[in-house]
């Protein structure tokens, strides 16, 4: 009922600069907070960020000061602005959001989405 769709991932050196978006459709009554995870070869899917509807913002302590998360709730859209990229921001950058159904037997019930991942690799 509800799609994720990523997009902004690539290949970058080292200090460049990247930004991902992550566009939310289907059946969408709201949705509260949405935000990024990232898991690398052989490690645990790791927070990121995320951001409330109301603008609330939390980072990992690995990204913070580097990357900035906000969001365009009138697209259902959240974008992560990623600087100063380093070798080891290199992962599978997953989207999720908390969304309220809008319509059907499930209206009014808020389930857990997830993209399909979107690759940034840094390296030079």
């Known amino acids: 009922q509800v799609q994720l769709v990523e997009s902004g991932g690539g290949l970058v050196q080292p200090g460049g600069s990247l930004r991902l978006s992550c566009a939310a459709s289907?059946?969408?009554?709201?949705?509260?907070?949405m935000g990024w995870y990232r898991q690398a070869p052989g490690k645990e899917r790791e927070l990121v960020a995320h951001?409330?509807?109301?603008?609330?913002?939390n980072y990992g302590d690995s990204v913070k000061e580097r990357f900035t998360i906000s969001r365009d709730n009138a697209k259902n859209t959240v974008y992560l602005q990623m600087n100063s990229l380093k070798p080891e921001d290199t992962a599978v950058y997953y989207c999720?959001?908390?969304?309220?159904?809008?319509?059907?037997?499930?209206?009014?019930?808020?389930?857990?989405?997830w993209g399909q991942g979107a690759q940034v690799t840094v390296s030079s």
């Open positions: 951001i409330t509807s109301g603008g609330s913002t």
């Open positions: 999720n959001a908390w969304v309220t159904i809008l319509a059907g037997f499930e209206a009014g019930f808020e389930y857990h989405y």
């Open positions: 289907g059946s969408i009554f709201s949705i509260n907070t």
